[in-house]
């Protein structure tokens, strides 16, 4: 198949997985969500905040990412309250359509980010995945803003 990797990568505002995404009051665009790492092959698995902050380009300036701990023993309301807080501090923002550029960023042993997974076969197409977790993918046309779950 014909592919090639994104330079932007758009996200429409929905109810779901991109409820929390638009721009601040300074015009950068953000990105609120729920990783995890699930429990497989030995590992304990684990449960996270992030924020990403991009510029006006897309860019990623700044990624605010919180341990909430094992999947298992996850404390819903200390997730909640560190979520809503992360929304707060950002200001009054505006919920929309936001187009970021792929990037990675490793913490607590652990890739996050909307990482690039390159075609593993003449079959196979480039892709964007929120990770830990893989719980939206992105595919060909980039800007359609639509992602699967």
Same mark, same amino acid.
């Not at 607590?108 to 690039?116: A, P, S």
């Not at 359609?144 to 699967?148: A, F, I, L, N, R």
């Given at each position: 198949m014909n592919s090639s990797p994104p330079k932007l990568v758009a996200i429409d505002h929905d109810d779901y997985h991109a409820e !929390?995404? @638009?721009? #601040? %009051?300074? @015009? !950068?665009?953000f990105f609120l969500t729920l990783p995890f790492e699930p429990a497989i092959a030995g590992r304990i698995g684990g449960e996270f905040v992030a924020l990403y902050l991009f510029d006006q380009q897309g860019v990623l300036i700044e990624a605010k990412i919180d341990s909430l701990g094992p999947r298992a023993s996850l404390d819903h309301e200390a997730r909640k309250s560190l979520y809503e807080q992360r929304l707060? *501090? /950002?200001g009054d923002v505006s919920f929309e359509r936001i187009e970021i550029a792929p990037f990675s960023v490793d913490r607590? =042993? #652990? #890739?996050? @980010? /909307?990482? /690039?997974r *390159? %075609? =593993?076969d003449d079959d196979d197409v480039w892709a964007v995945e929120v990770q830990p977790g893989n719980y939206m993918a992105f595919f060909e046309p980039w800007d359609? @803003? *639509?992602? =699967?779950t």
């Open positions: !929390h995404i @638009g721009r #601040t %009051p300074a @015009g !950068h665009q707060k *501090e /950002l607590f =042993d #652990t #890739t996050f @980010g /909307l990482v /690039l *390159e %075609p =593993d359609s @803003g *639509e992602y =699967d």
